[in-house]
C-alpha cells in the first residue's frame, strides 16, 4: 500500500497497511540482526520469500521510509537495504512480537540467540540494537 492510503485513521490499521503481511517483518528482522543485505541476501532466508513479494514487500517498506536502498560498494546494478531511523524505531515492537511468539507459538527449546540476549537484560539489549543501527545510519549519510 502506497503512503497516504488508509483505510482508515487508526494507527494499527494504518501500521498494519505497511507491514501487515507475512513479510514484511521478516524483512525487518533480517535488518535488525544483519544490518544490512542484498536482494540476494533476503532470498537466502529459511522463509525463503518468493523474488516478486519479496521485489513488492522491499519497495512498499523503501516507499513508507521503513527501509532505504543504498548503492552497493563497486557494483552499481546491486542495492544494499538497511533499516531507516523509522524502520530502526520498530525494533521494540518486533522483539515483543517476537517474545509473545516464542512463549505461545515456537518451541522454547529452540529459541533464537537473539531471544536469549533480550531476555537476559531486554532494555540493554534494545539500547545497544537501537544505538548500533542509529549510529550506522549516522556514519552511512555522512
Not at 497497511?17 to 536482494?39: A, Q
Not at 509473545?100 to 533464537?112: F, I, L, Q, R
Amino acid at each position: 500500500m502506497k503512503s497516504g492510503d488508509k483505510r482508515s485513521d487508526c494507527p494499527i490499521s494504518s501500521s498494519l497497511d505497511i507491514f501487515g503481511d507475512r513479510w514484511s517483518l521478516l524483512i525487518v528482522r533480517d535488518l535488525m540482526v544483519y544490518k544490512t543485505r542484498t536482494y540476494g541476501d533476503f532470498t537466502k532466508s529459511a522463509e525463503r520469500i518468493a523474488t516478486n513479494i519479496l521485489a513488492k514487500r522491499l519497495q512498499v517498506l523503501e516507499d513508507n521510509g521503513i527501509i532505504i536502498k543504498l548503492p552497493y560498494p563497486d557494483n552499481k546494478v546491486k542495492g544494499l537495504y538497511k533499516l531507516s531511523p523509522k524502520g530502526v524505531d520498530l525494533i521494540p515492537a518486533l522483539v515483543e512480537i517476537a517474545l509473545w511468539g516464542e512463549k505461545y507459538v515456537s518451541n522454547p527449546n529452540e529459541g533464537s540467540p537473539f531471544l536469549k540476549e533480550v531476555k537476559k537484560n531486554k532494555t540493554k539489549f534494545l539500547k545497544n540494537i537501537m544505538d548500533q543501527l542509529s549510529a550506522d545510519d549516522a556514519a552511512t549519510s555522512d
